[in-house]
């Protein structure tokens, strides 16, 4: 069955850095389009990051961008989250989630159970 | 930015009652719209895709419907285990945005 797993949260200081990860398994990821939302303690979903299945195409919200970076590697069937500059704001539960739908068409059918950061001196 | 507002932010029912929740957005969606359930500590759960296609295992008490800047979820009886957030999401224009949510929970 299809399994979206991530990792790497943490606590961190800010204009500490951050790379998160998921491994997917149980469908054809290098097929996929991927995405990584956030939510932040007891708020709504956030879309943060969008990335083609080859990688070519990578779109971040305006709040992250300058400072996240989402890459993948199809190989490891992984997709990673690197965050940089990260401020208090960014404190939020952290899910990977397919995307169906290319670019801006996309919706969400399988998501990951999430992973913690956490940004506070 | 298409900005989704969900009405209300508090529906309180009893099991077997109809819900219906509405998301209204800032200007016309040009894709379709996606929901979303989230129980607590969970991740949320697709249920409805393109407006008004049920995701695979959901059940047909759930229905979307709806055009332009205004739509519903309905759902036609509320099973206990119905009680949670619900979220919508359009497609179509980056970037993509989901509403405030809409929490169901026991009357």
């Known amino acids: 069955q299809v399994q979206l797993v991530e990792s790497g949260g943490d606590l961190v200081k800010p204009g500490g850095s951050l790379r998160l990860s998921c491994a997917a398994s149980?469908?054809?990821?290098?097929?996929?389009?991927m995405s990584w939302i956030r939510q932040a303690p007891g708020r709504g979903l956030e879309w943060i990051s969008y990335?083609?299945?080859?990688?070519?195409?990578?779109v971040h919200a305006d709040s992250v961008k300058g400072r996240f970076t989402v890459s993948r590697d199809n190989a490891k069937n992984s997709l990673y989250l690197q965050m940089n500059n990260l401020r208090v704001e960014d404190t939020a539960v952290y899910y990977c989630?397919?995307?169906?739908?290319?670019?801006?068409?996309?919706?969400?059918?399988?998501w990951g159970q999430g992973t913690v950061v956490s940004v506070s001196s | 930015e298409i900005v989704l507002t969900q009405s209300p932010a508090t529906l309180s029912l009893s099991p077997g009652e109809r819900a219906t929740l509405s998301c209204r957005a800032s200007?016309?969606?040009?894709?379709?719209l996606a929901w979303y359930q989230q129980k607590p500590g969970q991740a949320p759960r697709l249920l409805i895709f393109?407006?008004?296609h049920r995701a695979i295992g959901v059940p047909a008490r759930f229905s979307g419907s709806g055009s332009g800047a205004d739509f519903t979820l309905t759902i036609s009886s509320l099973e206990p285990e119905d009680f949670a957030v619900y979220y919508c999401q359009q497609r179509g224009n980056w970037p993509l945005t989901f509403g405030g949510g809409t929490k169901v929970d026991i009357k």
């Open positions: 200007q016309s969606v040009s894709g379709s």
């Open positions: 990335i083609s299945s080859s990688g070519s195409s990578i």
């Open positions: 149980g469908f054809s990821f290098s097929d996929s389009y």
């Open positions: 393109d407006t008004s």
């Open positions: 989630a397919r995307a169906v739908g290319y670019g801006a068409g996309a919706y969400f059918d399988y």
